[in-house]
């Protein structure tokens, strides 16, 4: 199923859903599968930065192709040599989280704006919307 506006909206929506369960007011970004801005949300008490920081890790996600696990396995240098060849941050943080279809990366999924593990589980949510 290819990723639309429609979907990536109820993305957002899920990660949303899931923030206010958590208590927290956050920032969530969609991107395409080569790391393309698709989808945003900015809940209005968010911290201004996290706007910066979800777009940064769903990109990451898209360009290396990985979830933040595998992520935060790469050398350092590695992540500085990719931020300073793209011209953007690269975050492999743990919450980076990858939509795929079998084998095909579909989207980029970052959220930012609470712990690490609060922004992991927002997208996790994000994802799960994909396909309901």
Excluded at 55 to 75: E, I, N, S, V, W
Aim: proline residues 3%; hydrophobic residues 45%.
């Amino acid at each position: 199923m290819p990723l639309t506006s429609e979907i990536a909206q109820r993305m957002i929506k899920a990660s949303q859903d899931k923030a206010r369960e958590l208590g927290v007011a956050v920032s969530s970004a969609i991107v395409d599968a080569d790391g393309r801005l698709f989808a945003f949300g900015r809940m209005s008490e968010a911290p201004w930065i996290s706007i910066e920081v979800s777009q940064a890790k769903a990109f990451t996600g898209a360009l290396l192709r990985r979830d933040g696990p595998d992520l935060q396995q790469m050398a350092a240098t590695s992540i500085t040599a990719l931020s300073a060849i793209h011209g953007r941050g690269v975050m492999p943080m743990g919450s980076v989280t990858v939509l795929r279809e079998g084998d095909d990366v579909i989207a980029g999924i970052g959220c930012s704006g609470a712990t690490d593990e609060q922004d992991g589980q927002r997208a996790h949510a994000a994802r799960d919307a994909y396909a309901s």
